[in-house]
């Protein structure tokens, strides 16, 4: 399972006047040597510290926004998150998008002229695979299982033909391969410098992208990137590592552009510096849907909820309103699906049960004779303050709801076992399509927290309508097959429960034009322009 880690956690506003005296004794910019002529225009971005911006390495949000500047991938996702070449000049694929074909740019270097080759790009996967951590985009190539376990040197299903063609043999098909692509983790790094000096490569990365870094970065601190020659873009990025709420206070003081507006901020952010309309395009508070989902998970085999009734009157007995202002501190949408409508195809009402309908709900626990529920949760994110939320609501339909607090580790462990029949559930969607989603929670084949559905959920028809999905190459085409599955998957069988869509939280400053921002939270930099005061 990918935790929705700190949706709700409830911070001090503003931390404070510590965090006020330590964000004022931050220097401006980190101290770079003297320069003739004027001086370059920089963006400054607050970031969370990171401990990795190398792909494979780079996992958290914050991560990879620094390694998706430095490091180019095969493909790129425009502002509509269709892929282009990026690496890539041209790919293809047979009919049934098993088999895919990759020709590298002639002329795709990295930032010291060395030439990427199809054997760099082929390495960083098998070594991404090998640490862990690039499951979810390269579990369905050939090999993969085997390759994880350690039980095979490489990955059987990335061949290497010549210099600049890499081909790509899947276990299954995947017609949304070329937009998986784009994520940052899988941006090829130079085989024979990694391996040189490994460390040093991971302060100091070389990538291929419109970035690179003037001297090793600093954890805790800050990371300064240059332009390239020939790219666009501002001419500097300084990423300042630093909290929400010391980066906000930073950006009330000019100090940085970007920043994470903090819990319990949101509404004062918004009323001092507007929202962005569209949601995801600066300047202002980018308040558009994230690319996460917070659910309640099921236990389908074991009663009460191996009965659909009960799992959609479980659905209609909450107020999710109610969870967005009381809770959410108003950084977050009420969930009519599984996919946020900020994602191409997303689902605005797949789940017919995600309205407040008490009534119906109070009937069948009574028909029923169930009057008490247990929730498991996990401590700290806040979770403690939506379960509060959900007793009021279930108390109000007639049924007492006993909130089992537990560490991370022990939830898992109660949700493979079966202890768990309820329980707080999160999703992160890696890239911005339905199928980041819809796939690992309702197809089968997706079984244990590990590969979203550890419920248990299974349908021959939403399998079928998935697989075909898969395989179909026609983007409206596929984006309307998963739509059918997910209405299939929530509003009759109830599989899961959606809750809440957290919101970006991010704000754009003046002097930055172009921003635009993915729901992964990333942005292409080459897009923006800085205004120097």
């Known amino acids: 399972m990918r935790r929705l880690g700190a949706l709700l956690v409830l911070l001090l506003a503003l931390a404070g006047c510590r965090g006020e005296e330590e964000a004022a004794r931050e220097p401006l910019l980190a101290e770079r040597p003297e320069v003739e002529g004027p001086a370059p225009a920089v963006l400054r971005w607050a970031i969370g510290d990171v401990e990795a911006i190398v792909p494979p390495l780079a996992?958290?949000?914050?991560?990879?926004?620094?390694?998706?500047?430095?490091?180019?991938?095969?493909?790129?996702?425009?502002?509509d998150l269709e892929p282009q070449p990026a690496?890539?000049?041209?790919?293809?694929h047979d009919d049934r998008a098993r088999v895919w074909t990759f020709r590298l740019r002639p002329d795709a270097t990295f930032h010291d002229g060395t030439p990427v080759t199809a054997a760099d790009v082929r390495f960083t996967w098998e070594e991404g695979v090998r640490e862990g951590r690039v499951a979810p985009h390269l579990r369905d190539v050939r090999g993969y299982e085997a390759l994880a376990r350690g039980e095979a040197d490489g990955l059987d299903g990335v061949l290497v033909h010549g210099e600049?063609?890499?081909?790509?043999?899947?276990?299954?098909?995947?017609?949304?391969?070329?937009?998986?692509l784009a994520h940052p983790s899988l941006a090829p790094v130079p085989e024979a410098a990694y391996r040189a000096d490994p460390e040093g490569f991971a302060r100091q990365p070389l990538g291929a992208g419109a970035y690179a870094l003037r001297e090793p970065w600093s954890p805790?601190?800050?990371?300064?990137?240059h332009r390239v020659e020939g790219r666009q873009g501002p001419e500097e990025v300084l990423f300042r590592f630093t909290d929400p709420t010391t980066g906000y206070i930073a950006f009330q003081q000019g100090r940085v552009d970007l920043a994470t507006v903090p819990e319990g901020a949101l509404a004062e952010a918004e009323e001092r510096y507007g929202r962005a309309e569209d949601g995801r395009t600066g300047p202002g508070v980018l308040g558009g849907e994230a690319a996460q989902v917070y659910l309640l998970g099921l236990r389908l085999d074991e009663p009460p909820f191996d009965d659909t009734a009960v799992r959609r009157a479980l659905s209609f007995a909450i107020d999710r309103g109610a969870l967005v202002?009381?809770?959410?501190?108003?950084?977050?949408v009420v969930a009519r699906g599984l996919t946020p409508r900020s994602v191409p195809g997303g689902a605005v009402s797949a789940c017919s049960t995600c309205l407040h309908a008490p009534n119906a709900a109070e009937r069948v626990f009574a028909e029923r004779d169930i009057d008490a529920l247990e929730l498991w949760i996990d401590r700290g994110g806040g979770h403690r303050l939506l379960a509060e939320r959900l007793e009021a609501d279930l108390a109000a339909v007639g049924v007492a709801l006993d909130v089992r607090e537990v560490d991370t580790g022990e939830l898992y462990d109660a949700i493979e076992d079966g202890r768990a029949s309820l329980y707080r559930y999160g999703w992160t969607l890696e890239h911005p399509t339905p199928e980041d989603v819809v796939v690992p929670l309702l197809h089968s084949a997706s079984q244990g927290?590990?590969?979203?559905?550890?419920?248990?959920f299974a349908s021959e028809e939403v399998d079928g309508l998935i697989d075909e999905a898969l395989a179909t190459t026609d983007r409206d085409d596929r984006l309307a097959l998963l739509r059918s599955a997910e209405t299939l998957g929530l509003g009759r069988e109830q599989a899961t429960i959606p809750l809440l869509f957290p919101t970006q939280r991010l704000i754009v400053g003046d002097r930055v034009d172009g921003f635009v921002?993915?729901?992964?939270?990333?942005a292409d930099l080459e897009r923006v322009d800085v205004v120097e005061d």
Do not use: I
């Open 59 to 79: 996992t958290t949000p914050d991560e990879l926004r620094v390694a998706d500047a430095v490091f180019d991938g095969l493909t790129r996702l425009d502002e």
């Open 87 to 92: 690496l890539a000049e041209r790919w293809r």
């Open 164 to 180: 600049r063609t890499v081909q790509v043999l899947l276990e299954r098909p995947r017609a949304d391969l070329a937009v998986r």
């Open 220 to 225: 805790g601190a800050f990371a300064r990137l």
């Open 325 to 332: 202002e009381d809770v959410a501190d108003g950084g977050a």
């Open 449 to 456: 927290v590990a590969g979203g559905n550890p419920g248990g």
């Open 517 to 522: 921002a993915e729901p992964t939270g990333r």
